[in-house]
């Protein structure tokens, strides 16, 4: 069973950060990709960042790139989503989610996390 597990939500002022994290079992890190969605009330549910299962480079959605940073600890099974500048904009339920490859279509993804909030007033 696939389980993934996500920390570190909270409530931050604009311009602040937070870190959230992801952890699962070895089993499951070694055979999944994985990645962060979101879903801010009213919207659908999009693509923040992921890497793909063997490396390579990593992906990130327009409105997050060069303030958010996407990684891995291996030696720990977990993900991190570091998220800087942080916007009221990017309030918003942030998800951790594996697949055999991460799509953009949430309908895609098989397994998510319970899922964190994040909330940035202004």
């Known amino acids: 069973q696939v389980q993934l597990v996500e920390s570190g939500g909270g409530s931050v002022q604009a311009g602040g950060s937070l870190r959230l994290s992801c952890a699962t079992s070895?089993?499951?890190?070694?055979?999944?990709?994985m990645g962060w969605f979101r879903q801010a009330p009213g919207k659908e549910r999009e693509l923040v960042a992921t890497?793909?299962?063997?490396?390579?480079?990593?992906y990130y959605a327009d409105s997050v790139k060069g303030r958010f940073t996407y990684f891995r600890d291996v030696t720990k099974s977990t993900v991190y989503l570091q998220m800087d500048s942080l916007r009221p904009e990017d309030t918003a339920i942030y998800y951790c989610?594996?697949?055999?490859?991460?799509?953009?279509?949430?309908?895609?993804?098989?397994?998510w996390g319970r899922g964190t909030q994040v909330t940035v007033s202004s």
């Open positions: 890497i793909p299962r063997y490396g390579g480079n990593t």
């Open positions: 989610a594996a697949a055999g490859v991460i799509s953009s279509t949430p309908q895609h993804i098989p397994y």
């Open positions: 070895e089993r499951t890190f070694r055979a999944y990709a």
